[in-house]
């Protein structure tokens, strides 16, 4: 690790191991910045909100940490109330992502489950309906599994499911549920990935799912563009979160940088998300923004 600031080039982040799913509250120093962007000199500053989602509704799936806290916390700036679903064994850092949100004044809903199973969807929509009187206004499909397999032969068919399992039905099944209560106007955003594009080889399960998640959201797209409902992804490159330490190696941690010489802060996702959920992006449907770090791919 080097004594760069988080937003500087060069900054490297500690080489370190959890665990999965990895906990926000046990990274090491630095840890990530989830309101706070980049200034024209490396520093940072408090993200400026404009009330772009002020009187909003949004679930956030996997909002317990990283690109989802970071997400919660910037749609509370922005006057949205948000519903946050999240593994049982990340409880602590949920509350803390909860404790962060209501801070700026706004409601923050936890849900415990796991939505591998498509009930544990459902009861999240149900959640978010009763608590917000039948409004959900934002989607944001943002869990996820990864874990790094060098070579096809060593990844195990029960990994293959689970990622799949994981990363690309809840996004179907949260989508569908939600649909019926939302309204021209309303948004839904897919967590994809830069590796979508880049094919990475040692990640072949979740490169995989991520392709899916692209498909997905362009064809979703298309069927509820003209009813006034966007569906967009973001395609994040790398970002600084619990899944650093807890599924990649140490040759992987020492590389993790991108173009722009340093790995993104998930403040800097959760602002990409920001704009497609709010109507500053209202000319924008079935696209993905390619917050990797300067790095050009064919879209």
Known sequence: MTDKGQFESGHKVPVTHQSFPGKEGEMPNPTPL???????????????????LKGKHAIITGGDSGIGRATAILFAMEGADSLIAYLPEEEDDAQETKKRVEAYGQKCYLVSTDLRDRRNCQKVVDEAVKVFNGQIDILFNNAAYQMMVDDIKDLSEDQWVHTFNTNIHPYFYMAKYSLPYMKPGSTIINNASINAYSGRPDLLDYTSTKGAIVSFTRGLSNQQVGKGIRVNAVAPGPVWTPLIPATMTDDAQKQFTSPMGRPAQPSEIATCVVFLASSDSSAISGQTIHCNGGTVLNG
């Open 34 to 52: 989830f309101d706070e962007i980049p200034t024209s000199d490396g520093k940072s500053q408090k993200y400026r909100a404009a009330d772009k």
